[in-house]
């Protein structure tokens, strides 16, 4: 009898906007989420590309997650990259962006090499090379433009076979999240999940149980799906123009003008570009930087003027987005906290609590709670007809938004997924039955 050839491993990857996770089956027996770094399932989604130390011919050392983040706060010399899958379908995906001291890099190769670096750590883990994977998607990588949609998911697996991956499959994130849930099913349930992470909100209603478990085909058990590109990225946009940002300018006057006329509102677009990760680094170009000093005359307080220039002299853009990505986990459940600006003038603070924040993102609140309501019109179905409210995603954290969700559905028990892993783990039990014994 011929012996029986042992299962190639698979994986699955979700690559998130601020933290990813891959599971991983070794031997083809059972899905296994990898301890990524220091013990921890999820890493955060940064590259920081370190050009200190490397000579100018060399290139520059690239560190993942956990170890980015502090080689960018400790103020090692290099470029922070993070939300790279924001990336994805827009004009930067073919564009290169300079990563310090002249060396220069394709956006879609960060994403690339970010990949690379988990299925390193997924292949260490199963012993073997990887071939086959499962990565998640949102549901709409873009907003109303199919075109550039199916453009982002094409960009993602161009990425995915750069190193390495030669048979990619594609599943929705918040489709993950629901299988993820339905391991623990004792009965048949409609449930709504509400996967909101970095980048995206996505809902999906979907038709779970025990006995829908044992097919691999699961599309008529999905009843509707829909997303909106707003998510913890661009709360913290809003948590740094409403409470950070003004110091420096934003929303500032310029000074009174002759007869009487009221002063103009300073230009805003610096500041707009300083609390998206991905534009940061614009503001630092020389051009840029002379334009900003040649616009004091604009401010009527000299001393906001003087504090942008520090932020963008000093390059701490991506510093006070971070302090402003705290600050909003720091009032997620309703406390309040104090925002120290010392880097911008001694003793400077400003302070951010829940009722603040509230204020600040209710346009993005609103229209995440408009797509919940938008999924389940689609399908037809009734907010009292749902019986479970599964929430996954980093930004689930943030409890006025659940609230909001739950009273779009009024009578659904609300379950709370692990935020940072429910989705890796239920793209694995998809990866599970879609390749398990397809080499046996």
């Known amino acids: 009898?011929?012996?029986?050839?042992?299962?190639?491993?698979?994986?699955?990857?979700?690559?998130?906007?601020?933290?990813?996770?891959?599971?991983?089956?070794?031997?083809?027996?059972?899905?296994?989420?990898?301890?990524?770094?220091?013990?921890?399932?999820?890493?955060?989604?940064?590259?920081?590309?370190?050009?200190?130390?490397?000579?100018a011919h060399q290139e520059p050392l690239r560190l993942y997650g956990r170890e980015a983040l502090a080689a960018y706060v400790e103020g090692h010399e290099g470029r922070l990259m993070r939300s790279m899958k924001s990336v994805l379908g827009s004009t930067l995906a073919g564009q290169q962006t300079e990563v310090g001291s002249?060396?220069?890099?394709?956006?879609?190769?960060?994403?690339?090499?970010?990949?690379?670096?988990?299925?390193?750590?997924?292949?260490?883990?199963?012993?073997?090379?990887?071939?086959?994977?499962?990565?998640?998607?949102?549901?709409?990588?873009?907003?109303?433009?199919?075109?550039?949609?199916?453009?982002?998911?094409?960009?993602?697996?161009?990425?995915?076979?750069?190193?390495?991956?030669?048979?990619?499959?594609?599943?929705?994130?918040?489709?993950?999240?629901?299988?993820?849930?339905?391991?623990?099913?004792?009965?048949?349930?409609?449930?709504?999940?509400?996967?909101?992470?970095?980048?995206?909100?996505?809902?999906?209603?979907?038709?779970?149980?025990?006995?829908?478990?044992?097919?691999?085909?699961?599309?008529?058990?999905?009843?509707?799906?829909?997303?909106?590109?707003?998510?913890?990225?661009?709360?913290?946009?809003?948590?740094?123009?409403?409470?950070?940002?003004?110091?420096?300018?934003?929303?500032?006057?310029?000074?009174?003008?002759?007869?009487?006329?009221?002063?103009?509102?300073?230009?805003s677009k610096v500041y707009f570009d300083l609390a998206t990760w991905h534009l940061i680094n614009t503001v630092y170009s020389a051009p840029r930087v002379h334009e900003l000093r040649q616009m004091k005359s604009f401010y009527g307080d000299p001393w906001q003027h003087q504090r942008l220039m520090t932020v963008v002299e000093d390059h701490l853009g991506h510093a006070l987005l971070g302090q402003a990505e705290a600050a909003k986990i720091a009032v997620a459940s309703g406390g309040a906290t104090r925002i120290d600006l010392g880097r911008l003038e001694s003793g400077l603070a400003s302070s951010l609590d829940e009722a603040q924040a509230v204020q600040a993102l209710d346009t993005e609140l609103q229209r995440i709670v408009d797509a919940a309501g938008e999924t389940l019109r689609a399908a037809g179905v009734r907010p009292q007809q749902v019986d479970v409210l599964y929430f996954t995603g980093g930004s689930t954290g943030f409890e006025p938004l659940v609230e909001r969700i739950a009273a779009a559905a009024p009578g659904a028990k609300a379950i709370h997924g692990d935020r940072h892993a429910s989705v890796a783990a239920g793209l694995g039990v998809h990866a599970q039955r879609l390749y398990a014994g397809g080499q046996g």
Do not use: W
């Open 102 to 267: 002249g060396h220069m890099v394709a956006y879609l190769d960060v994403v690339a090499g970010y990949l690379g670096h988990l299925k390193k750590l997924a292949e260490a883990s199963a012993g073997a090379p990887l071939q086959r994977a499962v990565l998640g998607r949102p549901v709409f990588f873009v907003d109303d433009e199919p075109e550039r949609d199916a453009q982002a998911q094409q960009a993602l697996e161009e990425a995915a076979r750069r190193v390495g991956f030669s048979e990619i499959s594609f599943q929705y994130e918040p489709i993950a999240a629901a299988l993820d849930y339905e391991n623990t099913a004792t009965k048949e349930e409609l449930v709504l999940v509400a996967d909101i992470g970095g980048g995206t909100s996505d809902f999906s209603l979907v038709r779970v149980g025990p006995e829908r478990r044992k097919r691999l085909d699961r599309k008529a058990d999905i009843l509707a799906n829909h997303g909106v590109h707003v998510a913890g990225t661009d709360f913290d946009r809003q948590v740094e123009l409403a409470a950070i940002l003004p110091a420096c300018g934003y929303k500032g006057l310029g000074p009174q003008r002759p007869g009487g006329a009221p002063p103009r509102e300073v230009p």
């Open 1 to 55: 009898m011929t012996p029986r050839k042992p299962a190639t491993p698979f994986c699955a990857i979700d690559f998130g906007t601020s933290n990813s996770a891959i599971a991983v089956s070794p031997g083809g027996a059972h899905m296994e989420l990898v301890d990524v770094e220091m013990g921890q399932r999820t890493m955060p989604t940064a590259v920081f590309y370190q050009v200190e130390g490397r000579a």
